[in-house]
């Protein structure tokens, strides 16, 4: 091991916290450091290279240091790195709203609130949608409905939102009232008091991520939508992981023609380069927090608006046009689709796959164990417990979806063996 490998995991193991992480286990071992990327592809301390299987925790969208996203964040920073959205507006920040819009009909979702990561976009739409029924003359509706296993981020509202028990349980009743339903069917049996006191329904569009890839039926996006209009409860639409191509549409909600009340979005939004995050809404929950000053919405964050994260998300949505993304990545999907169904082992218990997203799920106890193995066969990613998530870059090319699926194979074969 290089000397200065050897000195940044020293330093990592005295003084990091990570995230998700049993520090007591991952002190045992000594972490991959990673320090390059190019394309699909990142590049550890010891000069090993790997393919970015999870896209950077489900963030890259065209690739690492991408010519065209890394110019946007120079030229911008020849201007300004950070200008504050607290009182002043801001070139990029102007654009990137009016193309972010420019992705829905006309008239549907016409106003955007950045904010810095999934979670924050989730806590602006839950306080949106809380205060906007302070102000529309029904206050007792603070509750929401979420679905069962989903994860939302981990800020104490999001958290409040999650149900995912290991994560979330502990601080439930720190958090905001929510009622969990297994699903559509569940919705429709819930007693009308308990919709009474809710203002808004919160889903992961398409497929539940940290649920192990857990796609939802087909049109029940559609069905929620003409539920949440039926009994006037918002729909706040969660495309942090769905968000930018992922699904094979811009966004999960496009496969349905759903328009949600709140969209946010966060991940991808900089194509995996920068943290920033939007809260898309409707001129109808915009307009009741004009009016008297206390109407207004006294939230924000010190980094929001970045005018280098603009610069880079603008330079995202240009790259998907000019590179024609969505439309090479038809091909791409059904070609993962007939790798994934290739992937014969008996230690593959189920295949779930929606667009470019993918999870692998393994018999008991062999995730990590997987994953591991993946890394000699040049492939980098994450389990969620034994579900293998595969989600490339949507840049990968088809060369590289072969080898990260064969790397997938040689590393069962070699745990099972
Ligand atoms: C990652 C994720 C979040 C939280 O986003 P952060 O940027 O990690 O705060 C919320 N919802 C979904 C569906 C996610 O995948």
Redesign the pocket.
Known sequence: MREDTRRWIEADKKHCWHPFTPQGIWEQGDPLVLTRGEGAWLWDSEGRKYLDGNSS??TNIHGHHQPALDAAITRQLAAVAHTSYLGFANPLASELAERLCGLFPGGTLERVFFSD??????ECAMKMAIQYRQQTGEPERIGFIAFEQA?????MG?ASLGGVARFHERFRKHGTPVTFVTGIEALRHLPSEAIRQSCAVVI?PLI???NEMRPWPKGMLCELRAWCDAHEVHLIL?????GFGRTGKMFACHHEEVIPDFL?V??GLTGGYM?M?ATLTTGEVYDAFLGPAENAFYYGHSYTANPLGCAVALASLEVFETERTLEKLEPKISLLAELLGDLKHPAVKAVRQCGFVAGIELAEGLGTKACLAMREHGLLTRPIRDTVVLMLPLCTTEEEIRMAVSAIGEALARVTA
């Open positions: 925790i489900w990561d999934g979670s924050t976009a989730i994860y939302h981020g981990d800020t999001a992961e539940q991520g940290v969660d495309e942090v992981m769905t946010c966060a991940k943290p995050a």
